[in-house]
């Protein structure tokens, strides 16, 4: 019983009050494998008041100016930032990434997104063109969509589900978000903040469960016009065949195999620290023993190299970062998301043969070049079927410009404008004078 009490027990945020649920979900610390934490098991009621709460709660923010809103999110940004240290040990504890992580990625990044957002939302401008021969104006002007459905993944909690409500609601949209039932707890610390940033009530709603169950009805209800997915492929499919029958909009950020190409004359001292970072900031056994089964080596982590754990944490979630070489590419490994501390290393021989093999995934997000030779950075970087190449570097981000995969990898853009436009409805009007 004691245990019980203990633990931390989340509640929905609807119409700007925190709601208790029927019915609840384990939430487990991954460094212990303990319970800690119980989720809401949110279904089509929560949903349905959340769609009410937040039809209530359109007309007045949208008729907000742009620069009253902008107000509203800087307010936000700041009484996140105020709070970093204690979003940080949550998002730590509760996702399992590094305390160092948190602190200097995540957190600061979730308070940048509303500051961007804020910023951005002014700077946006219409097109107009005339006709003098028949005495006509033309111009377009762009309104909120209405109720977005936000459903943000497990690996950056606060940073996707941040990325996503920040031009939401920027744009005059009121916000239904679910974020993932495994690591819920940052969402539920912003909802704290958001009556005294001077969010309205009704214009972000957060209703926690699974997608079975809230992220369905969610997506199928007809008054959500809009959804924003950052998760795995066959959820967006799934999406897909809901939304279908509503013509809703849509944007899907889906998986990756990304890679990461270093040619003979990469400067190894920049190039190996990134791409170790790259490779192992994540936190997948059976792929490392269906790699072996395949003839693959490992190198050192996962099988070779003993894990040793203070007694707390041996039922905790861990793995070594794990190497393997002498793998063929169409191996599961090369050809699938791995979400763990696995890279595979593989040698080839031209520019020509490694673009064809990285092209050969179903995935396009995001790929690393490294060289020193200009002229073949632009060469390789034009052909990669990738969103989005960094060369010479990994994930330095300019939030003006589109973010978002090609193929597998997902529909949309996200980014100033691609936001913008995603979350906006464009209307031509035209004037007889």
């Known amino acids: 019983m004691a245990a019980t009490k203990a633990l931390l027990m989340l509640e929905n945020f609807i119409d700007g009050k925190f709601l208790p649920c029927n019915s609840y979900i384990d939430s487990y610390d991954p460094s212990t494998g303990e319970v800690y934490?119980?989720?809401?098991?949110?279904?089509?009621?929560?949903?349905?008041?959340?769609?009410?709460?937040?039809?209530?709660?359109?007309?007045?923010?949208?008729?907000?100016?742009?620069?009253?809103?902008?107000?509203?999110?800087?307010?936000?940004?700041?009484?996140?930032?105020?709070?970093?240290?204690?979003?940080?040990?949550?998002?730590?504890?509760?996702?399992?990434?590094?305390?160092?992580?948190?602190?200097?990625?995540?957190?600061?990044?979730?308070?940048?997104n509303f500051r961007f957002f804020a910023s951005s939302i002014l700077h946006h401008t219409s097109e107009c063109?005339?006709?003098?021969?028949?005495?006509?104006?033309?111009?377009?002007?762009?309104?909120?969509?209405?109720?977005?459905?936000?459903?943000?993944?497990?690996?950056?909690?606060?940073?996707?589900?941040?990325?996503?409500?920040?031009?939401?609601?920027?744009a005059g949209n009121t916000v239904i978000a679910k974020p993932s039932e495994l690591t819920s707890v940052t969402a539920w610390m912003l909802c704290k903040l958001l009556d005294k940033a001077g969010v309205p009530p009704g214009v972000v709603n957060i209703v926690f469960g699974t997608g079975p169950r809230v992220g369905e009805a969610l997506v199928s209800h007809p008054d959500v016009p809009l959804i924003s997915f950052t998760g795995s492929q066959p959820t967006a499919e799934r999406i897909t065949q809901l939304s279908a029958p509503h013509c809703k909009k849509l944007s899907l950020e889906l998986g990756g195999k990304n890679p990461a190409i270093i040619f003979e004359d990469a400067n190894l001292d920049e190039c190996i620290p990134a791409t170790v970072r790259s490779s192992f900031a994540n936190q997948v056994k059976s792929y490392v023993k269906k790699a072996l089964a395949e003839g693959a080596q490992i190198q050192c982590g996962e099988g070779v190299d003993k894990l040793h754990l203070p007694a707390r944490n041996q039922a905790g979630y861990f793995m070594l970062p794990t190497v393997i070489t002498d793998i063929k590419d169409e191996s599961c490994c090369m050809k699938e998301e791995?979400?763990?501390?696995?890279?595979?290393?593989?040698?080839?021989?031209?520019?020509?043969?490694?673009?064809?093999?990285a092209n050969s995934v179903k995935y396009g997000l995001a790929a690393t070049v490294w060289s020193r030779d200009v002229g073949r950075i632009h060469r390789v970087a034009k052909k990669l079927q990738s969103g989005l190449v960094w060369t010479n570097c990994w994930l330095i981000r300019e939030l003006n410009l589109p973010f978002g995969g090609m193929k597998s990898s997902g529909i949309g853009r996200e980014g100033a404008k691609d936001s913008y436009d995603f979350f906006t409805e464009i209307k031509t009007i035209t004037v007889k004078h």
Request: net charge negative.
């Open 129 to 170: 063109t005339q006709m003098d021969h028949l005495g006509c104006m033309h111009y377009t002007v762009r309104t909120p969509v209405g109720i977005a459905g936000l459903i943000s993944p497990w690996n950056l909690p606060l940073y996707l589900l941040t990325w996503k409500i920040a031009p939401a609601v920027a």
């Open 338 to 357: 791995i979400f763990g501390p696995v890279t595979c290393v593989t040698p080839f021989d031209n520019e020509e043969e490694v673009i064809q093999r």
């Open 37 to 112: 934490c119980r989720v809401p098991n949110s279904g089509k009621e929560e949903i349905k008041a959340a769609v009410e709460a937040a039809r209530g709660a359109f007309p007045g923010w949208s008729s907000r100016s742009p620069q009253e809103r902008s107000q509203v999110l800087n307010k936000l940004a700041d009484l996140l930032e105020q709070s970093l240290e204690e979003l940080a040990q949550a998002e730590s504890k509760d996702q399992g990434k590094t305390l160092i992580l948190a602190r200097t990625m995540d957190i600061p990044r979730s308070v940048q």
